[in-house]
């Protein structure tokens, strides 16, 4: 997994900057129910989704992360309002929250334990009624069925802990069930075969070793194709929204 501290600096550059951070935040709103007035953005990285749930009147966010320097550009972001801790025992007391959100966590997780057990917490942390919204299928949603794609589809890939019918079943685990879905386009995610290169050379193939042998085959491969810096399609991004069992306060 990457270093998200040392990450950090390039990370908004290299994902789509505020484009994809006000579709994302955009999807997010549009899920949760009437009446919502304080959120948790788990895993919220440096902040650029948080900031814009935190534009929404009347909402109240909390930003948490447990990368130090991602959070400390989150607190210039969003100040007062960020936290460093662990999205697997979250510093926070039961049903605090009428929302919690992980955008692009789940897929970074080692396993369906450690996600199981990060889905458990958000549920906790949520008051009965409240919506737990989350990304959901991240690597397939990188493939766009580009010439880059078709060079990279023999590369081994681990399975994915964040496929939906996982998450519905982690979901169903901790009390949560289905409410509602969206999907936002991945601004300035779209792949060119030299920055794809690039990402194989830094660990972003995590099934990849950077300096070996597979690494170099497929970069060879990816220099030879058209248009080197030319951005393939971006990605659609899903999104999934659980709402916690019990009687609650909110409308729809």
Same mark, same amino acid.
């Given at each position: 997994?990457?270093?998200?501290?040392?990450?950090?600096?390039?990370?908004?550059?290299?994902?789509?900057?505020?484009?994809?951070?006000?579709?994302?935040?955009? #999807?997010?709103?549009?899920?949760?129910?009437?009446?919502?007035?304080?959120?948790?953005?788990?895993?919220?990285?440096?902040?650029? &989704?948080?900031?814009?749930?935190?534009?929404?009147?009347?909402?109240?966010?909390?930003? &948490?992360?447990?990368?130090?320097?991602?959070?400390?550009? #989150?607190?210039? @972001?969003?100040?007062?309002?960020?936290?460093?801790?662990?999205?697997?025992?979250?510093?926070?007391? =039961?049903?605090?929250?009428?929302? &919690?959100?992980?955008?692009?966590?789940?897929?970074?997780?080692?396993?369906?334990?450690?996600?199981?057990?990060?889905?458990?917490?958000?549920?906790?942390?949520?008051?009965?009624?409240?919506?737990?919204?989350?990304?959901?299928?991240?690597?397939?949603?990188?493939? &766009?069925?580009?010439?880059?794609?078709?060079?990279?589809?023999?590369?081994?890939?681990?399975?994915?802990?964040?496929?939906?019918?996982?998450?519905?079943? /982690?979901?169903?685990?901790?009390?949560? #069930?289905?409410?509602?879905?969206?999907?936002?386009?991945?601004?300035?995610?779209?792949?060119?075969?030299?920055?794809?290169? =690039?990402?194989?050379?830094?660990?972003?193939?995590?099934?990849?070793?950077? =300096?070996?042998?597979?690494?170099?085959?497929?970069?060879?491969?990816?220099?030879?194709?058209? =248009?080197?810096?030319?951005?393939?399609?971006?990605?659609?991004?899903?999104?999934?929204? /659980? @709402?916690?069992?019990?009687?609650? @306060?909110?409308?729809?």
């Amino acid at each position: 997994m990457l270093d998200y501290s040392q990450e950090a600096d390039r990370y908004d550059a290299s994902r789509g900057g505020e484009p994809r951070a006000a579709a994302a935040a955009e #999807a997010v709103l549009g899920l949760l129910p009437t009446g919502t007035a304080t959120l948790l953005d788990v895993a919220c990285g440096t902040g650029l &989704v948080t900031r814009r749930l935190a534009a929404r009147e009347g909402l109240r966010v909390t930003g &948490v992360d447990a990368a130090y320097r991602m959070a400390r550009l #989150a607190s210039e @972001r969003v100040p007062g309002a960020i936290v460093l801790g662990d999205s697997r025992r979250l510093p926070f007391p =039961d049903d605090s929250f009428d929302a &919690v959100t992980t955008v692009w966590l789940l897929h970074l997780l080692s396993g369906p334990d450690e996600t199981s057990s990060v889905v458990a917490e958000c549920a906790r942390v949520l008051r009965p009624g409240g919506v737990y919204v989350t990304t959901v299928d991240k690597a397939a949603s990188h493939d &766009v069925r580009s010439d880059i794609d078709a060079v990279l589809a023999p590369r081994p890939v681990r399975p994915a802990v964040d496929r939906v019918e996982a998450v519905d079943a /982690y979901a169903a685990e901790h009390g949560l #069930a289905p409410t509602g879905r969206a999907r936002f386009r991945g601004h300035g995610q779209g792949r060119s075969p030299r920055s794809t290169v =690039d990402d194989l050379r830094r660990g972003w193939f995590t099934q990849i070793p950077p =300096d070996g042998p597979l690494a170099a085959r497929f970069a060879e491969r990816l220099a030879a194709l058209p =248009d080197q810096d030319v951005a393939r399609p971006d990605p659609h991004f899903g999104l999934r929204a /659980y @709402r916690k069992r019990g009687r609650g @306060r909110f409308l729809r």
